[in-house]
């Protein structure tokens, strides 16, 4: 078990109204998603690297699969459109990635990596991991996956009807 926690709570635990806020799925997980992006912002700065979180996510979704659409890394990156748009102006700024049209659709652009873009998986993935490895330290690996099928489950429980 990690350090510092709690006695793991059941089912009927999380159900029930009255539970401590601090205490909930909902909340425990916000508060993870918080502390992995403060851990890698503190990374990224102590590297010397501007790059934002979500910029960094979007970089991570290219680096898995250059050439994605522009509207696929909204989706990733957990932003609307003008957002989105803003970011990758940005990443074309610093010249990570071009944007070109998508031949099926022009009214969609796909983004791609440049040279320099490529090259900065090498220094930021690892920065990453580290964030990663001081996350999950001293949990077993099929706990780790127990979680991440949990989570998985709960984001489609969530997810609107109109998406898949």
Same mark, same amino acid.
């Given at each position: 078990?990690?350090?510092?926690?709690?006695?793991?709570?059941?089912?009927?635990?999380?159900?029930?109204?009255?539970?401590?806020?601090?205490?909930?799925?909902?909340?425990?997980?916000?508060?993870?998603?918080?502390?992995?992006?403060?851990?890698?912002?503190?990374?990224?700065?102590?590297?010397?690297?501007?790059?934002?979180?979500?910029?960094?996510?979007?970089?991570?979704?290219?680096?898995?699969?250059?050439?994605?659409?522009?509207?696929?890394?909204?989706?990733?990156?957990?932003?609307?459109?003008?957002?989105?748009?803003?970011?990758?102006?940005?990443?074309?700024?610093?010249?990570?990635?071009?944007?070109?049209?998508?031949? !099926?659709?022009?009214?969609? &652009?796909?983004?791609? +990596?440049?040279? *320099?873009?490529?090259? @900065? /998986? =090498?220094? %930021?993935?690892? $920065?990453?991991?580290?964030?990663?490895?001081? !996350?999950?330290?001293?949990? &077993?690996?099929?706990? +780790?996956?127990? *979680?991440?099928?949990? @989570? /998985? =489950?709960? %984001?489609?429980? $969530?997810?609107?009807?109109?998406?898949?």
């Amino acid at each position: 078990m990690a350090k510092n926690a709690p006695p793991t709570s059941t089912r009927t635990d999380q159900l029930r109204p009255e539970l401590e806020l601090t205490r909930t799925i909902g909340y425990l997980s916000a508060r993870v998603g918080q502390a992995f992006q403060r851990s890698l912002l503190i990374k990224l700065r102590e590297a010397g690297f501007s790059i934002t979180v979500e910029e960094w996510r979007l970089m991570r979704a290219l680096w898995a699969e250059d050439g994605l659409p522009q509207a696929r890394l909204g989706d990733i990156a957990l932003k609307d459109k003008g957002q989105l748009s803003r970011m990758v102006s940005r990443l074309e700024a610093e010249g990570w990635v071009q944007r070109r049209p998508d031949p !099926a659709d022009r009214r969609t &652009p796909r983004l791609f +990596l440049t040279p *320099a873009g490529r090259r @900065l /998986e =090498a220094k %930021l993935v690892p $920065l990453g991991g580290a964030v990663r490895a001081q !996350a999950v330290q001293g949990l &077993p690996e099929a706990q +780790l996956a127990a *979680a991440v099928s949990a @989570l /998985e =489950a709960m %984001l489609s429980n $969530l997810a609107p009807e109109d998406e898949p």
